[in-house]
């Protein structure tokens, strides 16, 4: 089957039904999981590549998510998602990879994908993943309430209600993943809060708890938020006890 064009998805996007954009170069594949996604009324757009997708929302495609393979020609799955983020893009993505290493998951979720499923996949543990993500976005798990006020943090601005970092004219959005974390932690400052409970705060899918990637998101944020991420300031490790947010720059991180 052939994809629709971009500019018929996007007309259909004036519906209700939740849209996704599938990145896929296997076209049986691709054609398989748009029509099993359809048929349970999500509507969708078939692309080929990464140059594809970024086309299409040149085009004013506007997925609620985005399901791709990691193995694409040219630009791979992970660059996409890195340059999706940089461009402050916060739509979820839910990476598909051949690889059943751990340290391959660990880079898309540190690259910014929200989730990631195993292939040979179920179609059906993935529509439990689309819509586990779809109903958790924009995901509200953090204890901060997003009504709440905006919060420091040395030249950021944490600015739940946006799920956004601001730091002068420059915006950042923050993934699934990366707001569920920072909402907790900055929910609860002063407090040290242990892996499993960052966990429970961040993922809505069993099949994506991995304890790693809390610590993978916690870098990420490090890496957004620290004048020297390798010594933080304000997302501290406590040892043996998980992480901790302090409002004021710490002075001596020694458990960093």
Do not use: W
Not at 63 to 82: E, F, H, N, T
Not at 166 to 181: D, M, S, T, Y
Request: aromatic fraction near 4%.
């Amino acid at each position: 089957m052939a994809s629709a064009p971009l500019h018929s998805k996007l007309s259909m996007n004036l519906g209700r039904s939740h849209h996704i954009c599938i990145v896929e170069d296997d076209c049986s594949l691709r054609d398989l999981l748009a029509q099993y996604l359809e048929t349970h009324g999500i509507r969708t757009s078939r692309m080929a590549s990464a140059e594809e997708l970024f086309a299409g929302i040149g085009a004013g495609v506007r997925p609620d998510l985005i399901v791709m393979d990691i193995g694409l020609p040219r630009l791979s799955g992970l660059q996409a998602c890195q340059q999706l983020r940089s461009n402050g893009d916060d739509t979820p993505i839910i990476l598909l990879t051949a690889s059943n290493d751990e340290v391959d998951r660990i880079v898309g979720l540190e690259m910014g994908a929200d989730d990631y499923v195993g292939k040979p996949y179920s179609a059906r543990e993935l529509l439990a993943r689309v819509r586990a993500r779809l109903r958790n976005y924009p995901p509200v798990s953090g204890r901060m309430d997003i009504g709440q006020a905006s919060v420091k943090i040395g030249e950021h601005t944490f600015v739940p209600a946006l799920r956004r970092l601001h730091r002068g004219h420059e915006v950042r959005a923050l993934n699934a993943i990366e707001f569920a974390l920072l909402a907790e932690l900055t929910g609860n400052p002063g407090v040290a809060i242990n892996r499993e409970r960052l966990l429970s705060v961040s993922h809505v899918s069993e099949g994506s708890a991995l304890i790693r990637s809390v610590d993978a998101g916690i870098m990420r944020l490090r890496r957004l938020l620290e004048p020297d991420p390798a010594n933080p300031r304000y997302i501290l490790t406590v040892r043996f006890q998980g992480y901790m947010f302090v409002q004021q720059a710490s002075q001596t991180p020694a458990n960093s």
